[in-house]
Protein backbone atom coordinates (compact mmCIF):
# COMPACT_ATOMS: atom_id res chain seq x y z
CA UNK A 1 0.00 0.00 0.00
CA UNK A 2 1.19 3.64 -0.79
CA UNK A 3 3.10 4.67 2.38
CA UNK A 4 3.77 1.40 3.83
CA UNK A 5 7.13 1.33 5.26
CA UNK A 6 8.88 -2.25 4.95
CA UNK A 7 9.98 -3.82 7.75
CA UNK A 8 13.52 -4.36 7.90
CA UNK A 9 15.06 -7.89 8.09
CA UNK A 10 16.76 -9.00 11.41
CA UNK A 11 20.48 -9.43 11.31
CA UNK A 12 20.92 -12.98 10.54
CA UNK A 13 23.30 -15.47 8.32
CA UNK A 14 22.66 -18.30 6.16
CA UNK A 15 25.18 -20.73 6.48
CA UNK A 16 25.14 -24.57 5.11
CA UNK A 17 23.84 -27.47 6.78
CA UNK A 18 27.34 -29.58 7.75
CA UNK A 19 27.89 -32.63 5.52
CA UNK A 20 29.30 -34.21 9.03
CA UNK A 21 25.98 -33.49 10.58
CA UNK A 22 24.01 -34.84 8.27
CA UNK A 23 26.24 -38.06 8.56
CA UNK A 24 24.85 -37.78 12.04
CA UNK A 25 21.25 -37.25 11.46
CA UNK A 26 21.26 -40.91 9.07
CA UNK A 27 23.17 -42.69 12.48
CA UNK A 28 20.65 -40.88 14.73
CA UNK A 29 17.70 -42.55 12.34
CA UNK A 30 18.92 -46.10 12.20
CA UNK A 31 19.69 -46.34 16.17
CA UNK A 32 16.84 -44.90 17.57
CA UNK A 33 15.16 -48.50 16.62
CA UNK A 34 16.36 -49.92 19.46
CA UNK A 35 14.72 -50.33 22.99
CA UNK A 36 17.63 -47.87 24.88
CA UNK A 37 17.80 -47.33 28.68
CA UNK A 38 19.81 -44.80 30.82
CA UNK A 39 21.34 -44.68 34.46
CA UNK A 40 21.92 -41.94 36.54
CA UNK A 41 24.82 -42.24 38.86
CA UNK A 42 27.24 -39.60 40.68
CA UNK A 43 30.93 -40.40 41.66
CA UNK A 44 33.09 -38.52 44.12
CA UNK A 45 36.09 -37.60 42.55
CA UNK A 46 37.58 -35.11 45.11
CA UNK A 47 39.87 -37.69 45.98
CA UNK A 48 40.66 -39.06 42.39
CA UNK A 49 41.63 -35.52 41.23
CA UNK A 50 44.42 -35.45 44.04
CA UNK A 51 45.34 -38.56 43.05
CA UNK A 52 45.74 -37.63 38.84
CA UNK A 53 47.84 -34.48 40.23
CA UNK A 54 49.75 -36.41 41.88
CA UNK A 55 50.87 -38.95 39.15
CA UNK A 56 50.95 -35.89 37.20
CA UNK A 57 53.84 -34.43 39.29
CA UNK A 58 55.64 -37.85 39.49
CA UNK A 59 55.35 -38.15 35.22
CA UNK A 60 55.79 -34.77 34.22
CA UNK A 61 53.24 -35.79 31.29
CA UNK A 62 49.49 -34.86 30.71
CA UNK A 63 47.04 -36.90 32.62
CA UNK A 64 43.33 -36.22 32.29
CA UNK A 65 40.74 -36.87 34.06
CA UNK A 66 38.33 -38.10 31.24
CA UNK A 67 41.30 -40.87 29.84
CA UNK A 68 41.07 -42.28 33.60
CA UNK A 69 37.27 -42.49 33.18
CA UNK A 70 37.71 -44.24 29.81
CA UNK A 71 40.48 -46.75 30.87
CA UNK A 72 38.86 -47.63 34.08
CA UNK A 73 35.17 -48.34 31.96
CA UNK A 74 37.35 -50.11 29.42
CA UNK A 75 38.21 -52.56 32.16
CA UNK A 76 34.92 -52.97 34.17
CA UNK A 77 33.15 -53.93 30.65
CA UNK A 78 36.07 -56.46 30.23
CA UNK A 79 35.07 -57.92 33.23
CA UNK A 80 31.59 -58.51 31.89
CA UNK A 81 32.06 -58.53 28.53
CA UNK A 82 28.75 -59.96 27.09
CA UNK A 83 27.55 -56.18 28.09
CA UNK A 84 29.17 -55.12 24.79
CA UNK A 85 27.95 -58.17 22.72
CA UNK A 86 26.35 -56.95 19.45
CA UNK A 87 23.24 -59.19 18.01
CA UNK A 88 23.83 -61.48 14.86
CA UNK A 89 20.59 -61.81 13.02
CA UNK A 90 17.71 -63.06 14.96
CA UNK A 91 19.10 -65.78 17.10
CA UNK A 92 22.95 -65.29 18.20
CA UNK A 93 24.79 -62.74 19.96
CA UNK A 94 28.78 -62.29 19.26
CA UNK A 95 30.77 -61.21 22.10
CA UNK A 96 34.28 -59.59 21.87
CA UNK A 97 37.02 -60.02 24.69
CA UNK A 98 38.81 -56.68 23.29
CA UNK A 99 37.17 -53.45 23.99
CA UNK A 100 37.61 -51.25 21.42
CA UNK A 101 36.19 -47.39 22.92
CA UNK A 102 34.94 -45.49 20.24
CA UNK A 103 35.26 -41.37 21.47
CA UNK A 104 34.40 -38.25 20.00
CA UNK A 105 37.88 -36.45 19.27
CA UNK A 106 36.92 -31.97 18.23
CA UNK A 107 38.82 -31.21 15.52
CA UNK A 108 38.94 -27.80 13.78
CA UNK A 109 38.98 -27.94 9.99
CA UNK A 110 38.78 -25.07 7.79
CA UNK A 111 37.60 -22.93 10.72
CA UNK A 112 35.14 -25.49 11.69
CA UNK A 113 34.91 -27.47 15.07
CA UNK A 114 33.80 -30.95 14.02
CA UNK A 115 33.46 -34.12 16.33
CA UNK A 116 34.85 -37.43 14.75
CA UNK A 117 34.57 -40.37 16.03
CA UNK A 118 38.10 -42.09 17.01
CA UNK A 119 39.03 -45.47 18.59
CA UNK A 120 40.85 -46.59 21.16
CA UNK A 121 41.50 -50.15 20.14
CA UNK A 122 41.91 -52.48 23.58
CA UNK A 123 41.45 -49.69 25.98
CA UNK A 124 40.94 -52.47 28.63
CA UNK A 125 44.68 -53.07 28.41
CA UNK A 126 46.08 -49.71 28.29
CA UNK A 127 46.77 -47.12 31.56
CA UNK A 128 45.13 -43.81 31.58
CA UNK A 129 48.26 -41.97 29.92
CA UNK A 130 48.46 -44.28 27.01
CA UNK A 131 44.72 -43.07 26.43
CA UNK A 132 45.49 -39.88 27.16
CA UNK A 133 48.10 -39.09 24.43
CA UNK A 134 45.96 -41.58 22.31
CA UNK A 135 43.25 -39.13 22.08
CA UNK A 136 45.71 -35.58 22.00
CA UNK A 137 47.53 -37.85 18.80
CA UNK A 138 43.98 -38.21 17.33
CA UNK A 139 43.43 -34.51 17.85
CA UNK A 140 46.25 -33.44 15.67
CA UNK A 141 45.23 -36.13 12.97
CA UNK A 142 43.40 -33.48 10.57
CA UNK A 143 45.01 -34.62 7.00
CA UNK A 144 42.64 -38.20 7.04
CA UNK A 145 39.62 -36.33 8.36
CA UNK A 146 40.09 -33.88 5.52
CA UNK A 147 40.58 -36.69 2.92
CA UNK A 148 37.20 -38.07 3.74
CA UNK A 149 35.30 -34.82 3.44
CA UNK A 150 35.69 -35.02 0.19
CA UNK A 151 33.78 -38.16 -0.30
CA UNK A 152 31.15 -37.09 2.38
CA UNK A 153 29.56 -34.76 -0.03
CA UNK A 154 29.16 -36.81 -2.81
CA UNK A 155 27.74 -39.79 -0.48
CA UNK A 156 25.17 -37.19 0.88
CA UNK A 157 23.63 -36.55 -3.27
CA UNK A 158 22.34 -40.45 -2.33
CA UNK A 159 19.19 -40.40 -1.64
CA UNK A 160 18.70 -40.53 2.50
CA UNK A 161 16.70 -44.35 2.46
CA UNK A 162 19.85 -46.07 0.27
CA UNK A 163 22.67 -43.97 2.16
CA UNK A 164 20.85 -45.87 5.50
CA UNK A 165 19.83 -48.86 4.08
CA UNK A 166 24.01 -48.79 2.95
CA UNK A 167 24.61 -48.33 6.74
CA UNK A 168 22.20 -51.00 7.97
CA UNK A 169 23.59 -53.50 5.98
CA UNK A 170 27.52 -52.89 6.87
CA UNK A 171 26.57 -52.78 10.42
CA UNK A 172 25.13 -55.96 10.14
CA UNK A 173 28.15 -58.23 10.70
CA UNK A 174 29.52 -57.64 13.82
CA UNK A 175 33.24 -58.03 12.77
CA UNK A 176 32.70 -55.10 10.46
CA UNK A 177 30.72 -53.10 12.98
CA UNK A 178 33.54 -53.17 15.60
CA UNK A 179 36.27 -52.84 12.99
CA UNK A 180 34.56 -49.39 12.36
CA UNK A 181 32.64 -48.36 14.78
CA UNK A 182 34.27 -49.87 18.18
CA UNK A 183 32.43 -52.07 21.02
CA UNK A 184 31.86 -48.96 23.15
CA UNK A 185 31.05 -45.88 23.30
CA UNK A 186 32.24 -43.00 25.68
CA UNK A 187 31.27 -39.23 25.04
CA UNK A 188 32.33 -36.40 27.36
CA UNK A 189 29.50 -33.65 27.38
CA UNK A 190 30.90 -32.50 30.52
CA UNK A 191 34.33 -31.12 28.64
CA UNK A 192 32.20 -27.91 27.34
CA UNK A 193 30.47 -26.62 30.53
CA UNK A 194 30.64 -26.03 34.01
CA UNK A 195 28.31 -27.14 36.96
CA UNK A 196 26.72 -30.70 37.31
CA UNK A 197 24.55 -32.22 34.78
CA UNK A 198 24.03 -35.16 32.83
CA UNK A 199 23.13 -36.38 29.38
CA UNK A 200 21.01 -38.13 27.35
CA UNK A 201 22.67 -39.86 24.40
CA UNK A 202 21.14 -41.61 21.40
CA UNK A 203 23.98 -45.27 21.47
CA UNK A 204 25.29 -47.05 18.88
CA UNK A 205 26.36 -49.46 20.86
CA UNK A 206 25.13 -51.81 23.30
CA UNK A 207 26.36 -49.62 26.12
CA UNK A 208 27.78 -46.25 26.62
CA UNK A 209 29.15 -44.32 29.06
CA UNK A 210 28.44 -40.24 28.72
CA UNK A 211 30.40 -37.90 31.23
CA UNK A 212 28.70 -35.04 32.68
CA UNK A 213 29.50 -31.83 34.52
CA UNK A 214 31.01 -31.92 37.85
CA UNK A 215 28.98 -30.48 40.74
CA UNK A 216 30.54 -28.95 43.78
CA UNK A 217 28.70 -29.91 47.11
CA UNK A 218 28.74 -30.69 51.03
CA UNK A 219 29.65 -34.11 51.52
CA UNK A 220 31.76 -36.61 53.67
CA UNK A 221 35.34 -36.59 53.71
CA UNK A 222 37.51 -39.20 55.22
CA UNK A 223 37.49 -38.15 58.45
CA UNK A 224 33.25 -38.19 58.38
CA UNK A 225 33.58 -34.37 58.43
CA UNK A 226 31.19 -32.35 55.99
CA UNK A 227 33.28 -30.51 53.50
CA UNK A 228 32.91 -29.32 49.56
CA UNK A 229 33.03 -32.70 46.96
CA UNK A 230 33.38 -32.89 44.11
CA UNK A 231 30.81 -35.42 41.87
CA UNK A 232 31.07 -35.70 38.20
CA UNK A 233 27.92 -37.09 36.45
CA UNK A 234 27.51 -40.15 34.49
CA UNK A 235 25.09 -41.88 31.97
CA UNK A 236 25.12 -45.59 31.32
CA UNK A 237 22.99 -46.32 28.27
CA UNK A 238 22.43 -49.99 27.07
CA UNK A 239 20.19 -51.43 24.60
CA UNK A 240 18.12 -53.21 26.30
CA UNK A 241 17.46 -55.75 23.73
CA UNK A 242 21.14 -57.01 24.20
CA UNK A 243 21.93 -56.26 28.03
CA UNK A 244 19.67 -56.83 30.78
CA UNK A 245 19.66 -54.71 34.26
CA UNK A 246 21.93 -57.14 36.49
CA UNK A 247 24.93 -57.37 34.26
CA UNK A 248 24.65 -53.32 34.14
CA UNK A 249 24.10 -53.34 38.23
CA UNK A 250 27.40 -55.08 38.60
CA UNK A 251 28.99 -52.99 36.20
CA UNK A 252 28.00 -49.61 38.03
CA UNK A 253 28.88 -50.66 41.36
CA UNK A 254 32.29 -51.46 39.98
CA UNK A 255 32.65 -48.27 37.91
CA UNK A 256 31.96 -45.92 40.48
CA UNK A 257 33.99 -47.80 43.19
CA UNK A 258 36.90 -47.81 40.43
CA UNK A 259 36.32 -44.22 39.63
CA UNK A 260 36.39 -42.93 43.05
CA UNK A 261 39.25 -45.10 43.91
CA UNK A 262 41.45 -44.16 41.32
CA UNK A 263 42.54 -48.28 41.10
CA UNK A 264 43.44 -47.90 37.23
CA UNK A 265 46.50 -46.13 38.42
CA UNK A 266 47.40 -48.26 40.94
CA UNK A 267 47.10 -51.11 38.71
CA UNK A 268 48.33 -50.37 35.02
Partial sequence: MPGTVKEAEPSHRTLPYPDLQQQAVDWHEIMRRGHTIHGFLEADI????????????????????????????????????????????????VVFDDVDVNVLVEHVL??????????????????????????????????????????????????AFFRRFIWTRLLADPQRRKRMTGTVTVTAVGMFGRGGGWGLPFIAHSICLTIGGVARRPGFGKDGLVETREFICLTISVDHDVVNGAPVARLVSRLRDDIESASVLANP
Wanted: charged letters at 25%; aromatic letters at 6%; hydrophobic letters at 40%.
Fill in 110 to 159: NGERIPVPHLVRAAQGMSPGEIDRAIHEARDEAEPYARARRFVPIWLRMP
Fill in 46 to 93: TETRRVIHQARRQSGGPLSLTALIVATFARAVAADPGVQAFRKGRNKL
